[in-house]
């Protein structure tokens, strides 16, 4: 059972346009949602964050929405560059016993920019 | 500030041997976590370990087994290997009740099984 989903294996666009990589969520607990990014031959490395208590999270060029009604969060990149292809995880966690977290995973969204 | 660091980088073993893989997490984080990531799919966690014992546990059987060593480094032992053992295992580490857990990975020890 699949509690993270990302439904868009890969998506494509033009560089300087915007990405909007989408996740969906079942679990309504987790409190506590991440983006990574992963080059090939890499590790996934942390991008941004957001809060439950939150429904917007911005960093630069990247900005994190989460609708806690729809169990939905969405990842956008402006403007998209060449340099962003990658495989993007969503990833979300919930409080455990002592404070000890696991993060549950989506499948990852392949973007390819175009320059 | 040098970061998550993992060995060996790829290996293959047959069904039924045992293997180590190895894990230095990055300075000044004291938990480490291992994920199994098989092609296609996103990491499942294996387990966590802090303070030298584990401290967590995903559904994995009890042939993967771990160490973290008093340095924060840690091992990820799988016994009696199979097939669809074959994956990326990456080692993330973190500082314990940072509350967001957030993790820094290495980049990861390709196993596979013939």
């Known amino acids: 059972d699949q509690q993270v989903k990302q439904n868009s294996p890969s998506l494509s666009v033009q560089e300087g346009r915007i990405s909007i990589l989408n996740c969906d969520y079942t679990?309504?607990?987790?409190?506590?949602f991440l983006w990574y990014k992963k080059y090939p031959a890499e590790g996934p490395t942390f991008l941004i964050s957001i809060s439950s208590i939150k429904d917007k999270n911005e960093d630069g060029r990247f900005t994190v929405f989460l609708n806690k009604s729809a169990k939905h969060l969405s990842l956008h990149i402006v403007p998209s560059q060449p340099g962003d292809s990658a495989v993007y995880f969503c990833a979300a966690s919930y409080p455990r016993a002592g404070n000890n977290r696991k993060l549950i995973w989506g499948l990852g969204t392949s973007l390819a920019v175009n320059p | 500030e040098t970061g998550v660091t993992q060995s060996p980088t790829h290996l293959i073993k047959t069904r039924g041997q045992q293997v180590t893989l190895r894990c230095s997490s990055q300075s000044g984080h004291n938990t480490v976590s291992w994920y199994q990531q098989a092609l296609g799919q996103g990491p499942q966690f294996i387990f966590q370990y802090y303070r030298e014992e584990e401290n967590g546990r995903g559904n994995f059987p009890p042939r993967f087994s771990g160490l973290q060593f008093p340095n924060y480094s840690s091992e990820l032992n799988v016994n009696a290997l199979e097939l669809d053992d074959s994956a990326l295992y990456l080692c993330?580490?973190?500082?314990?009740?940072?509350?967001?857990?957030?993790?820094?990975f290495g980049a990861g020890s390709r196993l596979t099984v013939l």
């Open positions: 679990n309504s607990m987790f409190d506590y």
């Open positions: 993330a580490s973190s500082f314990y009740a940072s509350g967001a857990n957030v993790l820094t």
